[in-house]
Structure formats: structure tokens, C-alpha cells
């Protein structure tokens, strides 16, 4: 046998094992010379072993580890990280996901390529077993449908002509299907586009004009290669968190219009939401937010206070990002030793130390911030502290007299007076390190174009406008940012250490003369600068602001 074959080869094993003999291997090497094929496929064409006998001792032969395919060990949510035309590509299947880790069935498990790949779509680690071909093809069918020659997307709608559903239902990838939705979202001036999962079908609607329009439907079956494609091109990754966001840009009559697309994990995958979003960026700087004088110099002078808490509080992270980075580079890390925590802030004009924070750190956070103290930080910068655990530790860290910029996933200062209250029920001295609450809103005007043109044509867009080439047929115009900047001075924070009802605390400032951003709101409606939908989403938003 040594002749035949060298050490630690299949062949090897399969002797060894007593699966085959010495003339099993001649004739399959002369089977492999005649045809060109490999060795373990021309023992199996011979009838010598079954593809089960292969798989096992390629298992052992390469290191790896061996599995046996069914349904109940496959996790469907984890087929969903990737797309049919990938797994039959390379002749592979997600097995379940561990945290940031992938672990996949893959045919030739020396296929870096093929890893390679999927690493890079779903953002995971991916951890390589070896399956039988013949299960792992029974599950490619179970999990995700026939293959391409005999599969039909399964789009119907009474909205679109029969020529243009086949060339829908022809594309497994979904990819034409998703760019008919978008197309006929904007001709027919759609504000927002739904797919919900329920009941084995993928339900396709939308809201024109404020009422509720079914479009179509499709097999729930053919939903994992859409949901691959849409996050592939909107740039969200193969993240577990329960919701996602992203922005799908599309050409649309010469120009580049832009959607903000939102996931939220369900039962038989995603709830997909797509909207018209105003193309404007986050604000660079203070002069670029578009601040009333006033608000400005309460948000300056929060900045120059020289200890104690300030909190940021909005459910848009990447928005109270910004405007954390803006308050640090207007004054409040001036001339001082600034240490962050988390991923999303320090973008401003200022590098500054940044210490990642992953879920084990926040368990520790006492640990993390005494360590913290030894290098004698004049500012402590944390990403968020909505647990209580992380908002605690920014208390302890300003009442040692350092200055604290905290963020908050709260909306609204009706919200985030409300968060702030039951967490004193666990802390009565909470007050005493709080400084300050500024309180983000993000607000859509009209494009004043398409205002021009409602003057014209006498038509009510008190829902929504219809858009234009100047705005890129989303019908905003710039984006508006409204504060509520409370200051914790002495008549405030014995009011918040009594108070059982954050709307007590709302009266206090009204009565002490505080004009909150509800009184802007009803001034950007009433001049026409907002839409009738986004005065009802920002009233309900902000409580009783």
C-alpha cells in the first residue's frame, strides 16, 4: 500500500480504517488517470464507498471537524446572513451564529475563497466543518428553495404588467425586485415602502398621500437573497443587534435621490422600512447647526462649566454623536486631559484616546472607571449610558469633580427627565452630578422649491410634497435641529429631587419662563416649513414638550 499512496492521504485513511483494500485504491488511480477526476470521487464512482466514507476521512485528514446536516441542527437565522446564489456557489450552509462568530458546512473546506467571502458579507468570524454532500444538498433545498434554473422569485402584484413580473421573478437575487419597488415608490410619490415577513409571505406596502397602499407579495422563502443584496448595498453588515440602519442611494431622472432604510429583526426576518431622507450631512460645527443665538450660549455655556454631568439625549446615535463631538470642540475639552469611551464619538476637530467598550466592559465599568482615574482626566466622555450600571459610574466620575459628556438613547426632554427620575429612585443624590441635559431633535422641512410650486398649483402638501430635481425628489429641504438645553442650576435640581413626574418638572420650566422646542414646532407648521406627517411624528415624539 505504501507504493500506492503516501501518509496521511484519504487513501491512507481509508485503509487504515479498513474501508478499503489495495486493490480498491489501484483501481481507483486508474480510474482518476483515465477520467482526470479525484481519488476520493473515483472511489465513490466505482461503487467502492459512499460519499458519507469520503467526508469522514476528509475529516480526519485535514483536521476538521465532521457534521452530520439536518434541520434541527441548522439555525434558519443564520442561512438569512447569506444569499442562495452564495451558498450554491460554493456548495456551503450557515449552521448557527455565536456572537461575531459564523460557523458554516462548507464541501471543500479548503476553499479560503469561499470563507474569504462570507467574512466579508456578514462581518463574522467563519469557522469551517465538514459536511455529508448529500445532506448538505437536502438542506441548500430545504432552507433556501430550488435551485436557480427552477426558481421563481414568486413576486406578484396587481401593480406592475405581467412582462415586467417575469423579469422580477427571474432574478433570484432580488436585486430587480428592489429596484422596481424603489422606482415605482418615487413615481407614484410614495413617502415610505414596507416589507413584513408574516404568515410565510413577505407582505410589500406602502403610505401615499397618509393612507396605506398593499403593492404585492412574495415567498418568505425567496426573502433571504433580498435582505443580502439590500444590505450589501445600503452598507449594513451582518450585525445581530435587533435593529439596523442604513441609506440606499438610487438614480432617479438624472440626479442621485437617497432612502433611509431601517431593519428590525421578527420571527421570519426582517421588518424592512423604506424612506425619503433630506441628502443633508450632520452639522460639522456649532455656526453649521442652524442654533437660535440663545440656544447656542446655553449650549456654550454648559460647555464651560467645570464639572459635573452633562447629558446628550436622543434615540439617533449617530446624531447625538455629533453634536457631543461639537460641544467638545467648542470649550468643553479645551485645555484639558480627555479621555473617551465607546466608538462613535471623538470625530471632531480634536484627536483625543479612545477606549473601546464592548458589552464585558460595561459588566465592569467600576473596574474601568477606577483605572480610568489613575491617569487624572479632567474630561471622561462615555457614548451611552442608558443601563444604569454606566450611568452610575458617570455620576460617581462627576462627583469626583470631573466634567462628564454622557449620551443617553432617550427622545425628547419629556424622555430623558422621565429616564432621569426613575434612575434616582435607585440613586437619591443623582441631581448633585448632573450639570446640564441638552435634548436633540431632528426636524425635515419642505424643500422651499417644491413650497414655490404648492404657492402655484394651489395643492395641499400638508402630508407630504411630491419632490423636484432640486431636492432630489425627496421633498426636504435642510435639515433643522432643535434643542432643549436645560441647566441643573439651584431652583431646578431641588424641583428634579422631589418630583415624581417628569410633566411637574415641565411646568417648572414653563412657569420660570422656558421656551421649549415645542413652541418651535408649532412655528415651523404654521409658517409651512414642516409637513403635516412630520409635526404629528414630532408632537408624538417629544411627549408633552
Avoid at 443617553?408 to 441631581?431: E, H, K, M, T, V
Amino acid at each position: 500500500m505504501d507504493n500506492l499512496v503516501k501518509k496521511g492521504t484519504l487513501g491512507t485513511i481509508l485503509f487504515t480504517s479498513g474501508i478499503i483494500k489495495e486493490q480498491d485504491i489501484a483501481a481507483a488511480l486508474e480510474e482518476q488517470t483515465s477520467s482526470g477526476c479525484r481519488f476520493g470521487e473515483a472511489l465513490v464512482r466505482l461503487g467502492i464507498v459512499m460519499q458519507e466514507d469520503i467526508d469522514w476521512a476528509l475529516s480526519n485528514q485535514l483536521g476538521i471537524p465532521y457534521v452530520r446536516l439536518s434541520e434541527q441542527v441548522i439555525d434558519r437565522d443564520a442561512t438569512r446572513l447569506i444569499s442562495p446564489e452564495l451558498a450554491r456557489k460554493f456548495n456551503l450552509i450557515p449552521i448557527i451564529r455565536s456572537g461575531e462568530e459564523l460557523h458554516i458546512a462548507l464541501a471543500d473546506p479548503l476553499n479560503r475563497a469561499a470563507v474569504e467571502e462570507v467574512e466579508l458579507i456578514t462581518g463574522c468570524k467563519v469557522t469551517v466543518s465538514i459536511p455529508i454532500i448529500r445532506e448538505l444538498r437536502e438542506m441548500l433545498d430545504l432552507f433556501y428553495g430550488p435551485a436557480a434554473e427552477d426558481f421563481s422569485f414568486g413576486f406578484s402584484s396587481s401593480a406592475f404588467f405581467h412582462e415586467l413580473l417575469e423579469e422580477i421573478n427571474s432574478d433570484p437575487s432580488g436585486s430587480k425586485l428592489l429596484d422596481c419597488l424603489v422606482l415605482f415608490f418615487f413615481q407614484n410619490g410614495f413617502s415610505t415602502l414596507s416589507l413584513q415577513p408574516a404568515g410565510g409571505v413577505v407582505h410589500v406596502s406602502g403610505r401615499i398621500r397618509g393612507t396605506f397602499r398593499q403593492i404585492g407579495e412574495f415567498p418568505v422563502a425567496s426573502y433571504p437573497q433580498l435582505i443580502t443584496y439590500l444590505r450589501k448595498v445600503s452598507k449594513i453588515n451582518g450585525s445581530q443587534e435587533p435593529v439596523t440602519e442604513g441609506r440606499l442611494v438610487f438614480a432617479y431622472n438624472g440626479c442621485d435621490v437617497s432612502l433611509h432604510v431601517s431593519m428590525i429583526k421578527a420571527a421570519e426576518g426582517e421588518c424592512i422600512t423604506l424612506k425619503q431622507y433630506p441628502c443633508s450631512e450632520l452639522p460639522a460645527d456649532l455656526g453649521e447647526t442652524g442654533l437660535k443665538p440663545s440656544m447656542a450660549e446655553r449650549l456654550r455655556a454648559l460647555s464651560l462649566t467645570g464639572s459635573g454631568m452633562v447629558i446628550f439625549s436622543s434615540t439617533d446615535r449617530p446624531l447625538r454623536n455629533r453634536f457631543i463631538d461639537i460641544f467638545l470642540d467648542d470649550g468643553a475639552a479645551h485645555s484639558g486631559n480627555v479621555i473617551l469611551l465607546g466608538e462613535g464619538i471623538g470625530r471632531g476637530k480634536r484627536p483625543y484616546p479612545r477606549i473601546p467598550l464592548a458589552d464585558a466592559d460595561r459588566a465592569n465599568m467600576g473596574m474601568l472607571i477606577s483605572a480610568i482615574l489613575d491617569h487624572d482626566p479632567d474630561v471622561v466622555v462615555m457614548e451611552d449610558v442608558t443601563d444604569g450600571g454606566s450611568l452610575n459610574a458617570a455620576w460617581e466620575l462627576a462627583m469626583r469633580g470631573k466634567k462628564v459628556v454622557v449620551g443617553i438613547s432617550r427622545n425628547g426632554l419629556d424622555s430623558c427627565l422621565a429616564y432621569l427620575l426613575q434612575a434616582r429612585f435607585a440613586n437619591s443624590s443623582l441631581s448633585g452630578g448632573i450639570s446640564g441635559v441638552v435634548a436633540i431633535t431632528e426636524v425635515k422641512t419642505l424643500c422651499p422649491h417644491c413650497r414655490e410650486e404648492v404657492e402655484k398649483t394651489g395643492v395641499d402638501v400638508c402630508r407630504s410634497a411630491s419632490g423636484c430635481v432640486e431636492c432630489s425628489f425627496s421633498g426636504f429641504g435642510p435639515l433643522k435641529y432643535l434643542l432643549d438645553v436645560v441647566s441643573f442650576n439651584e431652583g431646578f435640581r431641588h424641583k428634579f429631587s422631589v418630583a415624581r413626574e417628569s410633566s411637574v418638572l415641565l411646568r417648572y420650566l414653563a412657569k420660570s419662563g422656558y421656551r421649549g422646542i415645542g413652541q418651535d414646532i408649532e412655528e415651523l407648521f404654521a409658517s409651512g416649513e414642516i409637513t403635516r406627517s412630520e409635526y404629528d411624528s414630532l408632537r408624538a415624539g417629544l411627549g408633552s414638550t
